[in-house]
């Protein structure tokens, strides 16, 4: 017999213990002395419980007869991952170049160095690359995401006419990832491919004063009227419109004053629009933001707020904090959650990112670096093999120190990006965190966890 070790505790009260099975979904709130026998297990090799209790622990998978159970239960997981909905999502990067000079933007000086352009022939030549690439995608919802530095700048407007022409062409729907500030220049287009554009992301960071200190163009001019404008465009035309409020220590602690903001504009209330919150992100560990918190501090302070102003809890998605949202799912859904083998969708190569320079990145954080590129589709098709095998599939059971983590199935293993760039190694993870974003969580349950375990 043997214990799980994929199991995660934590201490509701004196009298009681949250059990986490990572491995097979199963929560329970249990005593004493059941996590005492647990975690003294690898010591004494014997659990000192009754044949009941222990039979029970059994068939919730807290304890195994075999090595082979855990094994079984990895590759129910693995199938159950293969037969899930997928979406691939083709990232056209149209330029480079950007008209903003945003404080935390992880392209740093490439939006303002680079000044590569996709011209027609280069739609051309994605389009003829989406095509031969979408035979090995046949199960998957594709949808293609117009990005940069900034798709919607005015002199890309021929080369998005035609991407939008070659998507009508294959059904393929189109979102783009704006800035806002030239959104309104592209109102006519957008009118024209109604059809096609379905949805689009535009960053807000909070009130006009926070928003203008951070995301202002190089003269220093702050974008906040342009984006609220851009929104209220979206809106009118029934287009779909996430913003993005990048979350540092500069507005954490500012939410219910974005909120308000939000609520005040009307917007709140369409059903076209939505609120991702994202920590901002320093996947390369530079270091040189000024304003970067880590994740589980951010979690801590959204929640010390939504204690205050309760309303916030389901205003925001959340869906950009993965670690936050995989927990959050596995306490309050009651069937079982699928783990997490993975931590983003590029480690399943479902990011096709297109550059401007005729590469194709697998990720929209290696953009502008050839030496990270995994293909080209200029002059034609190239995939880089040796690439497309490192990232394709990279998952927690392919790596050493996940494989050894009694979070790894809820953490997913981190950025793929991060580890290449940080440790060299795209197998050799950058832990973000994410024990401490989870209990962060936990914390914030705490309350209704001991209400649970004294019903
Ligand atoms: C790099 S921008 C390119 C597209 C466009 N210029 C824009 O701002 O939406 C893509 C997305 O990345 C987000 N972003 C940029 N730097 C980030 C960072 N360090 N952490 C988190 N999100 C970031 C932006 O808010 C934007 O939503
Ligand atoms: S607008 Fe987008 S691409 Fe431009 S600097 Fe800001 S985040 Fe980066
Ligand atoms: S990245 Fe770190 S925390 Fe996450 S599973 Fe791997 S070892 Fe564990």
Redesign the pocket.
């Known amino acids: 017999m043997r214990v799980n070790e994929r199991i995660l505790t934590y201490r509701i009260s004196e009298e009681a213990f949250l059990l986490l099975n990572t491995l097979t979904g199963a929560i329970d709130i249990t005593t004493p002395q059941i996590y005492d026998a647990l975690e003294n297990f690898s010591a004494v090799q014997h659990l000192t419980l009754d044949e009941f209790t222990k039979e029970r622990l059994r068939k919730r998978g807290y304890i195994f007869d075999s090595p082979d159970d855990e094994t079984r239960w990895l590759q129910l997981i693995k199938d159950a991952h293969g037969k899930q909905e997928k979406t691939l999502d083709y990232i056209v990067s149209l330029t480079y170049n950007?008209n903003?000079r945003?404080a935390?933007?992880?392209?740093g000086d490439l939006t303002y160095t680079r000044r590569n352009y996709m011209d027609i022939d280069d739609v051309q030549h994605v389009f003829a690359a989406i095509d031969e690439l979408s035979d090995g995608y046949s199960n998957h919802r594709k949808l293609i995401k117009l990005?940069?530095?900034?798709?919607l700048l005015p002199r890309n407007k021929q080369a998005i006419r035609r991407v939008l022409t070659e998507a009508r062409q294959r059904s393929l729907p189109v979102s783009a990832?704006?800035?806002g500030t030239y959104a309104n220049d592209y109102a006519d287009l957008f009118d024209e491919f109604a059809d096609v554009i379905v949805a689009a992301?535009?960053?807000l960071d909070g009130s006009k004063e926070i928003h203008d200190s951070r995301r202002k163009s190089h003269d220093g001019r702050g974008s906040f009227d342009d984006v609220c404008a851009a929104i209220e465009m979206f809106l009118a035309k029934n287009i779909k419109i996430n913003v993005?409020t990048?979350l540092d220590m500069q507005n954490i602690g500012r939410l219910r004053e974005h909120f308000d903001l939000l609520v005040t504009k009307g917007w709140m209330d369409n059903p076209d629009f939505g609120c991702s919150l994202?920590?901002?992100?320093?996947h390369s560990c530079s270091g040189t933001?000024a304003f970067y918190l880590p994740e589980n501090l951010l979690v801590k302070e959204f929640y010390d707020q939504v204690k205050e102003s309760p309303e916030m809890a389901d205003a925001f998605r959340l869906g950009l904090f993965r670690n936050l949202k995989h927990i959050k799912s596995v306490v309050n859904t009651s069937r079982p959650v699928l783990p997490l083998l993975h931590y983003c969708e590029a480690n399943n190569l479902e990011h096709i990112v297109f550059g401007p320079d005729g590469y194709i990145y697998p990720c929209?954080e290696c953009l502008g670096r050839p030496d990270l590129a995994m293909g080209k589709f200029h002059p034609q098709l190239e995939m880089f093999d040796d690439v497309v095998k490192m990232w394709n599939g990279r998952n927690v059971l392919r790596m050493n120190k996940c494989r050894e983590c009694d979070i790894a199935l809820l953490c997913g293993g981190g950025c793929a990006y991060s580890a290449l760039v940080v440790n060299g190694d795209i197998n050799e993870p950058v832990c973000n965190n994410a024990r401490e974003t989870i209990f962060a969580y936990l914390d914030y349950i705490k309350a209704d966890l001991a209400d649970k375990a004294s019903a």
Do not use: A, K, M, W
């Open positions: 950007c903003l945003c935390y933007c992880f392209e990005f940069g530095g900034e798709p990832v704006t800035n992301q535009v960053t993005r990048n994202s920590p901002v992100e320093d933001y929209t």
